[in-house]
Nanobody, 115 residues
Framework: QVQLVESGGGLVQPGGSLRLSCAAS????????MGWYRQGPGKERELVAD???????NYGDSVKGRFTISTDNVKKTVYLQMNSLKPEDTAVYYC?????????WGQGTQVTVSS
């Protein structure tokens, strides 16, 4: 019943910026965290950024200082502002919602950083 829909992915040149959005719908209880993971070709899925219910933010080492996660709790939307993008950022980005009952994933949105 809970659905996560990502948007904002696409093709961008190195050094460019992109903003991803993830809108949650359905009945959601006891949110622990919302965030973003990514999986590049031939790689394991890794944490990009998440934000807990208390407002604590966690970032993967490779994106610190370049990416910023934020939420709009009224709209039930999480954003990922990505600046200074590098080819290594190329991946499918997945929105993640963690609750006390379950974990939900979006379908993913492709981000490609290339000249």
């Amino acid at each position: 019943q809970v659905q996560l829909v990502e948007s904002g992915g696409g093709l961008v040149q190195p050094g460019g910026s992109l903003r991803l959005s993830c809108a949650a719908s359905g009945i959601i209880f006891s949110i622990n965290a919302m965030g973003w993971y990514r999986q590049g070709p031939g790689k394991e899925r890794e944490l990009v950024a998440d934000i807990t219910r208390s407002g604590n933010r966690n970032y993967g080492d490779s994106v610190k200082g370049r990416f910023t996660i934020s939420t709009d709790n009224v709209k039930k939307t999480v954003y990922l502002q990505m600046n200074s993008l590098k080819p290594e950022d190329t991946a499918v980005y997945y929105c993640r919602l963690s609750t006390s009952l379950s974990t939900y994933w979006g379908q993913g949105t492709q981000v490609t950083v290339s000249s």
